[in-house]
């Protein structure tokens, strides 16, 4: 480590509180998703405050709605784009350097405060871990890249390639109005990084397809005591159901895929899901229901598009529509909504991700892993639309979407250094 890393080093982990007051501020800042323009407020003034001019902007889906990675998320059906900005700024560079994005979503889910051991709307610091709805994912992750980017101001270390900041929305919905609407706005650097919480020294270096659909069964109503006079709706979607939960088993069987399981080895053999998430029908117990719908998502790693999985679930639907009378004669609709993403997978030997993996295990003191493929990710927009190369490199966390969510505060500090030193590395130190 070079006395200029090693000064950028002790900076961070010396003015750490920054990291945990940002943090704090932010989750104490509810943004669930549909909700980000109160928590980007904040974002915007901590950039103004750096002597950066942010860009505030809500997206327009009519302008992205032509884009292969584009789909209207259910929240946006929801409440629309208004009220909700992404915020961008950038450190411009002093030279030719390369230029990197530092991005992050604002966005976080909902909170059942009954399950949780502490408020989840404040953050909570017990033994090193500090606790709070989004203080992993990944309010913590946005807090440790402003927080690189004060030091490097302190210091005066001006970089020759710009360095992109974004915070961006509704990412827990899919994304396509947030890290999406930025690229097409014009923010397209060299390479990037997003601090989910990936448990740095890991590297994420893919992200899961993901789809939604909904089923509904048309039945015939009829009063119970006479239940050979209708045709019971839930009864033929449990047909369905089990076909789909033989399909998702089927699958478990033949699809793996290394970086699911090097992040945790309970997922063997589950690197693919086809979840039944919701269940809705009937209204009245003495009446036989002539109406069921259910929803679901399907995710699986790099390997298949949306295309193929699609034609395995409309098949899977339709052999259990053939083999039933009543389904033939009147068949089962299928919607595919909300979610619709393409799995992706960053090559390894891009100089950023590289850069990125030594840094963190320098720091950090050990060997990290490549991770992901589980999840669907902001990431895949820069890889799979720009050629972007765009790693994940955060924060350890546990207990994402669940209660009594928690970062690891020591991580915090390693990804600020992290993200420090591959920014200087990557974009290059400046001599004017």
């Known amino acids: 480590m070079n006395d200029l890393k090693e000064a950028v080093h002790d900076r961070i982990e010396q003015q750490q509180e920054d990291i945990f007051d940002l943090a704090g501020e932010l989750v104490s800042t509810p943004s669930i998703t ?23 902007w809500e997206p327009d889906p009519s302008e992205l709605a032509d884009h292969p990675g584009f789909f209207t998320t259910s929240t946006t059906e929801e409440v629309g784009y208004d009220g909700r900005p992404n915020v961008v700024a950038v450190r411009e560079g002093f030279g030719d350097g390369q230029s990197l994005a530092f991005s992050g979503h604002i966005d976080v889910v909902s909170a059942d405060e009954s399950a949780w051991t502490y408020d989840p709307w ?47 929305i509704e990412e827990e919905a899919g994304g396509a109005g947030g890290v999406l609407a930025a690229l097409e706005r014009g923010y397209q650097p060299d390479a990037a990084i ?39 709706a839930i009864v033929k979607m449990s047909k369905i159901v089990d076909a789909f939960e033989r399909l998702d088993q089927q699958r478990k069987q033949r699809v793996s895929y290394e970086p699911v399981t090097n992040r945790t080895s309970d997922a063997e053999g589950e690197v693919t899901n086809l979840n039944i998430g919701t269940i809705e029908a009937g209204d009245w117990p003495s009446t036989v229901p002539n109406r069921a719908e259910i929803q679901c998502r399907i995710g699986w790693p790099p390997g298949e598009k949306r295309q193929n999985i699609r034609e395995q679930v409309e098949k899977t639907l339709t052999s259990v529509t053939d083999s039933d009378d009543w389904l033939a004669a009147n068949p089962p609709e299928i919607e ?8 992706h997978e960053v090559d390894t030997s891009a100089k950023i991700v590289q850069l990125a993996k030594g840094h963190a295990e320098d720091i950090c003191g050990e060997s990290g892993q490549y991770i992901g493929g589980d999840a669907g990710l902001d990431e895949r927009f820069y890889n799979l639309y720009y050629d972007i190369p765009c790693p994940t490199v955060g924060p350890r966390g546990t207990n994402l979407h669940g209660a009594d969510e928690y970062v690891e505060m020591d991580s915090l500090v390693e990804t600020a250094q992290t993200l420090a030193f591959t920014a200087m590395d990557y974009c290059g130190i400046s001599e004017r």
């Open 122 to 168: 404040t953050t909570t610091q017990i033994d090193g871990r500090m606790y709070g709805r989004g203080a992993a994912d990944m309010k913590g992750g946005i807090a440790a890249y402003i927080h690189t980017v004060r030091v490097l101001d302190e210091l005066d270390i001006e970089l020759e390639g710009d360095l992109i900041l974004q915070s961006t």
């Open 336 to 343: 595919w909504f909300g979610w619709s993403a393409e799995p």
């Open 34 to 56: 549909g909700n980000e323009g109160p928590a980007q407020e904040i974002v915007a003034k901590k950039f103004t405050d750096m002597g950066l001019d942010p860009d505030i």
């Open 194 to 232: 997003i601090p989910e919480p990936y448990r740095i020294p890991n590297i994420g270096i893919a992200s899961a397809g993901v789809m939604y659909f909904r089923v509904t069964v048309e039945g015939k109503a009829a009063h119970a005591a006479r239940g050979y006079k209708g045709v019971n």
